[in-house]
């Protein structure tokens, strides 16, 4: 559990036809997911845009801790986390009436049926999703409670005023973020981190270069058998690994690059320990022009 310290909060609410930028500032957003890399790429999205999150949550009994302690503008919430559903901490936020927007890869109503309406986020998302979202949702809500009751959340989600560009990313700050989200998942789902990692977008394609990724199991293991049939065993089993969390990993690129990722490609070499990944965009990301220094 990560938890920011609580400065005191200074929510804009502007009138009329506002930017979505400064009607997100200073919201206090809470991200409940399990998923490391996912909660990460999550947290600095939010930040880019404005809010500030107040700290993440992989764990049911985290999130129920600060639900019921924060004072929070918003929940991120994912459905499973590892195992358990987190329908508890959604009555926790009902009873305080905070609201809430539920990411998952699946139907949750079909699970759940009073979630039925509940604002929801299929997984993999885009960037542009969650900010139109959350400026309906959690904006919707504090400007309800100056003016009126507060204003129940929609799974419909109407047109916002476009991203300012303040929060449009570099060609480097997308590929260092990237960086951060693969050694994140080689960390989590592999047991180590690369000994380097580069990333590199080209148009509508980005390539990401992994070096020194071999556990030492894996060694032993292609040691163990003959050439062809260890450096096969080796593949498949690191094919499955990435094919088994693609769904994150998509997740995680399209929320950093703002783009739908149409396919991933994989490919790992047992002489070097270098491994490959190619994600094939829907589209060039846009990208903030850097100032000289």
């Known amino acids: 559990m990560k938890l920011a310290t609580k400065p005191p909060r200074k929510v804009q609410q502007p009138s009329g ?35 500030r999150v107040i700290g993440t949550a992989s764990r049911l009994h985290e999130a129920e801790e600060i639900c019921r302690r924060e004072d929070l503008d918003g929940v991120l919430l994912d459905v499973n986390l590892s195992g ?24 949750t109503a079909q699970l759940r049926p009073d979630l039925s309406e509940a604002p929801q986020m299929q997984k993999p998302f885009e960037r542009r999703t969650l900010e139109i979202l959350i400026t309906n949702v959690f904006c919707a809500r504090s400007k309800g409670s ?18 300012q560009p303040a929060s ?6 997308i590929e260092s973020a990237v960086c951060q989200g693969m050694c994140r998942f080689e960390q989590e789902y592999i047991g180590r981190g690369p000994s380097d990692v580069r990333a590199h977008l080209l148009g509508d394609l980005l390539v990401v270069r992994l070096q020194g990724v ?5 060694q032993r293991m292609v040691e163990a058998h003959p050439v062809e049939q ?27 690059t703002g783009v739908t990722v ?17 994600f094939s965009l829907s589209q060039a990301p846009q990208c903030r022009v850097s100032r000289p220094r």
């Open 146 to 163: 100056e003016s009126g009751p507060p204003m129940p959340p929609h799974r419909s989600v109407p047109a916002a005023p476009a991203p």
């Open 84 to 107: 358990q559903y987190s329908y508890p901490v959604v009555e926790i936020l009902r009873n305080r009436e905070i609201p809430f927007i539920i990411m998952s890869g699946y139907d």
């Open 168 to 173: 449009m990313k570099t060609q480097g700050e």
């Open 214 to 218: 071999l556990t030492a199991a894996e």
């Open 262 to 278: 149409v396919s991933m490609h994989h490919d790992i070499s047992t002489v070097t320990g270098e491994e490959v990944v190619l």
């Open 17 to 51: 036809e506002a930017d979505s930028a400064s009607r997100l500032t200073g919201l206090r957003i809470l991200v409940v997911e399990d998923v490391g890399m996912v909660a990460m790429a999550l947290k600095a999205m939010l930040e880019e845009i404005g809010c």
């Open 230 to 256: 260890g450096r096969e065993l080796l593949k498949k089993v690191r094919t499955l690994l990435i094919e088994t969390a693609q769904m994150q990993i998509s997740s995680v690129i399209q929320m950093i």
